[in-house]
Every structure is written in structure tokens, then in C-alpha cells.
């Protein structure tokens, strides 16, 4: 039996709906002038296409699924913590026996 004579032997009395005015498909579109992408942009953000191993986007969507966001995001926050460790070594150099050596020098020679 077809889905519509199931519908009608359990809906005897049941009628298509009619809706005025509402007949507002075209029998074409034209997508000339149409751009690919998100309707509303994200300001700040870039799409890019990456490849990542199936493990870590597994860890990932287990996290976001566990914490409720999404695994995209995650992803950008572990890169943001990434290159804030990066930037404060760049900024704050780790001290090392050649640079301890140097100010110890300059200050037995400023004295």
C-alpha cells in the first residue's frame, strides 16, 4: 500500500491544506550573482581546509560532545593556548647558563 492511500485510510476526513498566496515557488532560480559560503559571516575567523590525524579530531569531538561546544572550537582554543605559550617565551626568553653568565659580568664590572 502507498504511503498516501495509508495516510487517507487512517485520516478519512483529513484535507490538503490550502494556503493563499502561498505559491511562491518559481519554475527557475538564477544563482549568477550567488557566492558560496556562510549567509552571515564571522567576523575574525577564516575558512580553511586542514588535515588533522583521526585520532586527535576523535579526542577532540569526545571532549566537545562531553563539554557541550563544538570540536571546531576546542580545536581553536588548544591553537590560541599554542601560540600564547609561544609568544610569551618569544617575549620572556627562558634563562639560560650564557645569559646568567653575561649578567653576572655586567654587573661585577659595573661595581
Given amino acids: ?7 487517507s485510510a487512517s485520516f478519512p476526513r483529513a484535507k490538503p491544506a490550502k494556503m493563499k498566496g502561498m ?4 519554475s527557475e532560480y538564477d544563482f549568477g ?4 559560503g556562510p549567509v552571515i559571516q564571522s567576523p575574525g575567523k ?3 581546509t586542514i588535515m ?7 579526542h577532540f569531538r569526545q571532549q566537545a560532545e562531553i563539554q557541550g561546544i563544538g570540536y571546531q572550537t576546542m580545536i581553536n582554543a588548544a591553537l590560541r593556548r599554542a601560540v600564547a605559550v609561544k609568544r610569551q617565551e618569544q617575549d620572556d626568553p627562558p634563562l ?5 653568565r653575561q649578567v653576572i659580568r655586567e654587573e661585577l664590572h659595573a661595581s
Fill in 33 to 36: 550573482k550567488a557566492k558560496r
Fill in 96 to 100: 639560560t647558563i650564557a645569559t646568567l
Fill in 23 to 26: 505559491n511562491t515557488m518559481r
Fill in 1 to 7: 500500500m502507498l504511503r498516501a492511500e495509508t495516510e
Fill in 52 to 58: 588533522l590525524d583521526d585520532d586527535v579530531i576523535e
Fill in 46 to 48: 577564516t575558512r580553511i
